[in-house]
């Protein structure tokens, strides 16, 4: 087994201020010229060599890794693990455990899938709740050593008073070998609004262990309150009236 550890230096790589050694590296007072990764080389050559090949990512924002993501989606391929920084990093790589770790931010596939570095309007196709194209990585997107079915998606009522409160609950069952534990993800889209909604909405999570074969009833709270909206004029949070849509998942773009 070749076990691939790449990614990008915390300080930029270089201790000079205002600059960095690669183009996707970034720091305070320096922007990211590319998100695409340089030892992507590295990881091509040592997959070629053995494709028996573990990547170990270790980063601090994402990466447009579109070979790796490719490749392993075919019937060999280098897997990829990103522990995150911090003193314990290593280990979390090393301990025997199932990992069940979500992103929270989305992952695109280019630059070109970003709006212009000073267009601050968030609504342009900023962070996952306005991401226009088909990511690399969704928002809530990760991967775990067994599988989840989900199945009979129901609500508590068919409908939700504006000072009241539902229950959002799913049946989900460990289809795998290995015991692991799910991020279970509940995201509300408004339908014929007036207003711009965040794409995906605000996720409401539960995290649920199951062992080998079991299932389970998940329940997910969700309150009127946690769909309003700022209104700039009146300085208060509002609701509107309408039709809402429940999705639950593993990810921002999945669904039940």
């Known amino acids: 087994m070749v076990i691939v550890c790449v990614g990008n230096h915390p300080t930029g790589g270089l201790t000079n201020w205002g600059k960095v050694a690669l183009p996707s590296y970034g720091k305070e007072a320096v922007d990211r010229k590319s998100i695409k990764l340089e030892d992507e080389k590295l990881i091509k050559q040592m997959y070629r060599a053995n494709s028996n090949t573990v990547v170990v990512l270790i980063s601090s924002f994402p990466y447009a890794i579109n070979w790796s993501q490719k490749t392993r989606s075919g019937d060999c391929s280098p897997d990829a693990l990103q522990p995150g920084g911090g003193q314990r990093a290593g280990g979390r790589v090393v301990r025997r455990l199932n990992p069940a770790g979500r992103l929270v931010e989305t992952w695109p596939k280019s630059l070109y899938q970003l709006p212009r570095m000073m267009d601050y309007n968030i609504r342009d196709g900023r962070t ?19 599988t989840f079915d989900y199945s009979d998606l129901k609500t508590s009522a068919p409908t939700l008073a504006k000072d009241g409160a539902i229950t959002v609950s799913v049946n989900i069952k460990n289809t795998g070998n290995h015991a692991g534990e799910e991020v279970v993800q509940l995201y509300v889209k408004h339908q014929k609004s007036k207003l ?57 773009a999945d669904d039940v």
Request: charged share 15%.
């Open 128 to 146: 996952y709740m306005y991401f226009k194209h088909q990511p690399l990585y969704p928002f809530g997107y990760g991967l775990s050593y067994t």
């Open 196 to 252: 711009e909604h965040p794409i995906p909405g605000t996720p409401r999570i539960q995290r649920v262990a199951f062992q080998p074969g079991e299932q389970k009833s998940v329940e997910i709270p969700l309150t009127a309150k946690s769909l309003a909206y700022w209104d700039e004029n009146n300085m208060l949070g509002n609701l509107e009236s309408g039709t809402i849509e429940v999705r639950v998942g593993s990810s921002s």
